[in-house]
């Protein structure tokens, strides 16, 4: 796990390929829940009987569960200390390369593309890539926006 102590060891790293999470299965729970607490119900992701006779012979991850993982992925790749705060700040270019399919192993990995100066503190700019165990294309790629205020 990289830690970050101010915004000038930030600064300073933009560029570095920060690392990787631990892998984490994508079972068909995780999809059900996902889709419960979404109200996103379609077959593809619900229904693992009819998903057999669909695209990819079994159920997919909805493209926002996979997105939403980097929120418990992150964590275990850098976190930022002695800050009062952080804040999600958004997303710019997701995109979604390759179906999850449910059973799937994932993890990210993330690179600090930019970090800029704002008041109080400093907005990164990560790039998370969400990868699929013995897939050569991804699941997710999003830059992901956070503040951390100090």
């Not at 976190?79 to 994932?106: E, K």
Request: negative net charge.
């Amino acid at each position: 796990m990289k830690i970050f102590r101010s915004s000038s060891e930030l600064l300073k790293a933009v560029g570095d390929h920060l690392g990787y999470s631990d892998w984490i299965v994508v079972d068909q729970n995780r999809i059900d829940l996902f889709a419960e607490a979404t109200g996103d119900k379609q077959w593809i992701h619900v229904d693992p009987q009819k998903a057999s006779d669909g695209p990819f012979g079994k159920t997919i991850a909805h493209g926002y569960l996979t997105l939403s993982l980097t929120n418990c992925l992150l964590p275990e790749i850098f976190q930022v200390d002695g800050i009062s705060m952080g804040i999600n700040y958004g997303t710019d270019r997701v995109r979604f390369p390759a179906p999850l399919m449910v059973g799937s192993t994932v993890r990210a990995g993330a690179e600090l593309v930019d970090v800029t100066e704002i008041e109080g503190g400093v907005q990164t700019v990560v790039r998370v890539t969400v990868e699929i165990e013995g897939i050569e294309r991804p699941a997710c790629v999003v830059d992901s926006l956070s503040r951390f205020i100090w």
